[in-house]
């Protein structure tokens, strides 16, 4: 049997984990000098609540070698394989320690790491993949030719309420000099080649310009490989989430809509009112 592993930032709801039976290894949320799990021992609300005390943005860290070894031991002790899956290698060090670990339990023949090149549920989309693709016989490498595939046709964007986050985390390149601009600016940011970048500026309501944002998606969503998209989302109205699905509902294009709350990491350097409408391309 094949499982598939993903760190945290991939940012699936427990219906998916369940369903699909992924096990997640943790990155870590650091607050001052305490350090969490993330989407284990801290909340959303928590991480907030201490940014806004303090006036600062937490901070983040891969999960150790060590982690990686104790998520994948008794994977590979039950006679498994593994396909784990990584945030983009060039915003965090997760990938090189899941290859360490397979390396530490010499089963590098077993287990198979792949850089999603990718952040939230740009990952997601290709853990899912690879779950459905595992649950029909195919391979390792089968798999893994087909994620690799895959992994350029990802569309991963979202829109934020704030600069505030993705400036102090530098690690959205150009969002410095928009952070300097006039109120209300908010733009579209892309995952792009594993890394982040500003897109199309949008300006004035939030609620508003949310719907904006995915009605300027509205051809490559109906060129969009049908399975699934998500709606992926930190803190924020309701409305505004309901106000998305309900537009793409309209559309009548996909088998299912996946609604997923931002976990501790991507929620950190994006902030509250984040929100992105995520999907793979078609063939």
């Not at 410095?176 to 209300?184: I, P, Q, V």
Request: aromatic content about 8%.
């Amino acid at each position: 049997m094949i499982r598939i592993v993903a760190d945290s930032t991939c940012d699936l709801s427990p219906e998916l984990i369940s369903r699909y039976n992924i096990a997640i290894l943790p990155l870590h949320v650091i607050l001052g000098e305490k350090e969490f799990r993330d989407g284990v021992d801290i909340t959303i609300e928590e991480i907030y609540s201490w940014a806004d005390q303090n006036k600062s943005t937490p901070k983040t860290s891969a999960p150790s070698a060590d982690d990686a070894v104790n998520a994948f031991k008794p994977i590979i002790e039950a006679g498994d394989e593994i396909i784990a899956f990584s945030i983009s290698s060039s915003m965090s060090a997760s990938y090189e320690y899941m290859k360490m670990a397979a390396e530490i339990l010499e089963a590098e023949d077993k287990i198979t790491v792949i850089d999603s090149a990718n952040l939230s549920t740009g990952i997601g989309l290709l853990v899912v993949e690879a779950a459905v693709l595992a649950s029909q016989g195919l391979t390792r490498e089968q798999i893994t030719e087909k994620i690799e595939y895959y992994k350029p046709l990802v569309r991963a964007s979202f829109v934020v309420d704030t600069l505030v986050y993705l400036h102090r985390g530098g690690r959205c390149s150009g969002v410095a000099a928009l952070a300097g601009n006039a109120l209300k600016l908010h733009p579209k940011i892309l995952v792009e080649d594993g890394a982040m970048h500003p897109g199309k500026k949008y300006r004035g309501k939030y609620s508003n310009i949310v719907l904006d944002y995915v009605k300027d998606m509205e051809n490559e969503l109906k060129s969009a490989k049908t399975d699934r998209v998500f709606i992926t989302y930190s803190p924020i109205d309701a409305g505004v989430v309901r106000s998305v699905r309900e537009y793409l509902e309209s559309l009548n294009i996909f088998d299912e809509i996946c609604e997923t709350s931002a976990g501790g990491v991507v929620s950190s350097h994006c902030g509250p009112g984040t929100l992105g409408v995520l999907f793979i391309a078609k063939e």
